[in-house]
């Protein structure tokens, strides 16, 4: 049980998962879009029609705030960050010299952290998924034991990751959403229950006092 | 001295980047932003917006210690495992934190932040009865309704009174609405 455990906590793709700003912050996303609704849904003093319309516009808002920032964010900042830090520190052109693109450095990145062995046979294995990794980079892989990690770049990537997250998130998606969310709501039938609530219920025990009068 | 700042943090963060970071820093994005855009919102009432921007703000607060919070009892957890190597305890404490994350995501924070922010809740939404509420005082209470002309009901008691003077003020006639104008 314990060792399950541990080779759990130790999993290396759970670790790639973790160390990823992008990863961690979509997986982040998720866990919201399923427990803010359900937390909505549990909720025993709201009427279904309320309960109904708040999860699902937390729902929508959450989706929303994932796509922009899938869509937006990630491609945007991710490369842009490493461009930027290309530029700025010239004194790291070693590191950042040796890859195009914020891309090619993460797949040089995860295959760094593997083992000698288990790196070979990926890069012969799946020839075709690391094309477009440049030759270069492949004889690092292939002939030394620990490759360099450059954590200089990636750090200049997770930190605009970071910035990306907090702008897409905190200021994109709400207007975003305000723009979405709305008719989403609307074609999926649901109304506003502050505007249903406005016209007054009719009260039947106010009617048998005679104390309702027909306006 | 900004260049070398940044420098630093991005090696920081390229040796090793905690989950946590990115959440509390969204947070308190969230934080100080959803709050200005809701005070923003120039359909809204400006009591209910107030309240809104407060239980908005308030949430997030909740968020960033928890966040913290839940992901450090998690590696402190993990860090009880015996039989793990440094190297591994380093990556199993770090995962932990990430999983700590998420748990609070899911469970902890909705949890935490429905009990801290329900008496805002409730003030928003009780608002507009209370706001009626003050309008009618209770020596203002008349002995007889008027229903029409010639019909005329006793109310049995104040709360009743008081149920019909929220609930039913917009199917009263104009003048009857008003409290004190027609008895």
Redesign the interface.
Same mark, same amino acid.
């Given at each position: 049980m314990?060792g399950a455990?541990?080779n759990f906590?130790?999993?290396p793709t759970?670790?790639n998962?973790?160390?990823?700003?992008t990863a961690?912050?979509s997986?982040?996303t998720s866990?919201?879009a399923?427990?803010?609704p359900?937390?909505i849904l549990a909720?025993k003093k709201l009427d279904k029609q309320t309960k109904n319309y708040a999860a699902t516009k937390e729902f929508l808002y959450q989706l929303t705030c994932l796509a922009v920032y899938m869509a937006l964010v990630i491609p945007v900042f991710k490369n842009g960050a490493f461009a930027l830090?290309k530029k700025?520190?010239k004194d790291?052109n070693a590191a950042f010299g040796l890859f195009r693109n914020a891309k090619e450095y993460l797949t040089y990145q995860k295959l760094a952290k593997m083992g000698k062995t288990d790196r070979i046979t990926e890069l012969d294995k799946h020839s075709k998924k690391y094309r477009k990794l440049s030759e270069n980079l492949k004889n690092i892989l292939k002939t030394e034991d620990k490759p360099e990690?450059?954590?200089?770049?990636?750090?200049?990537i997770?930190?605009g990751?970071?910035i990306g997250?907090?702008v897409g998130?905190?200021?994109v998606s709400?207007?975003v959403s305000h723009m979405v969310v709305h008719p989403a709501m609307k074609l999926l039938g649901f109304k506003d229950p502050k505007q249903n609530s406005q016209?007054?219920?009719y009260?039947k025990s106010?009617a048998e006092?005679?104390?309702?009068?027909?306006? | 001295m900004k260049?070398s700042f940044?420098?630093n943090?991005?090696?920081? /963060?390229?040796?090793s980047?905690?989950?946590t970071?990115?959440?509390v820093?969204?947070a308190v994005?969230?934080g100080?932003?959803?709050p200005i855009?809701t005070m923003a919102d120039r359909h809204e009432e400006k009591e209910t917006k107030k309240y809104a921007a407060i239980r908005e703000g308030l949430t997030e607060v909740v968020a960033i210690p928890t966040y913290l919070g839940v992901g450090k009892l998690a590696e402190v957890i993990?860090g009880k495992?015996?039989?793990?190597s440094p190297e591994?305890m380093e990556?199993?404490k770090?995962?932990?934190?990430?999983i700590g994350?998420?748990v609070a995501? /899911?469970?902890v924070?909705?949890?935490l932040a429905?009990i801290v922010t329900k008496p805002f809740s409730k003030k928003v939404q009780n608002k507009p009865v209370q706001e009626q509420k003050l309008d009618i005082k209770e020596h203002e209470v008349p002995d007889v309704?008027v229903?029409?002309d010639n019909?005329t009901?006793k109310?049995?008691d104040v709360k009743?009174y008081h149920?019909?003077a929220m609930?039913?003020?917009?199917?009263?006639?104009p003048e009857?609405a008003k409290v004190g104008a027609t008895w």
């Open positions: 314990v455990i541990a906590l130790t999993n759970l670790a998962i973790a160390q990823s700003t961690a912050v997986l982040e866990m919201k399923v427990g803010r359900s937390f909720d830090a700025c520190f790291e990690k450059h954590s200089i770049v990636k750090g200049a997770e930190l990751n970071i997250c907090v998130l905190a200021i709400p207007q016209a007054p219920e009260d106010l006092n005679n104390l309702i009068v027909d306006a | 260049a940044i420098k943090l991005c090696e920081k /963060l390229g040796e980047n905690k989950a970071y990115a959440v820093a969204i994005a969230k100080i932003f959803r855009f993990v495992l015996k039989g793990l591994k990556v199993a770090h995962n932990a934190n990430f994350v998420c995501a /899911l469970f924070i909705p949890a429905s309704i229903i029409s019909v009901k109310p049995d009743q149920q019909v609930k039913g003020y917009q199917l009263f006639k009857l």
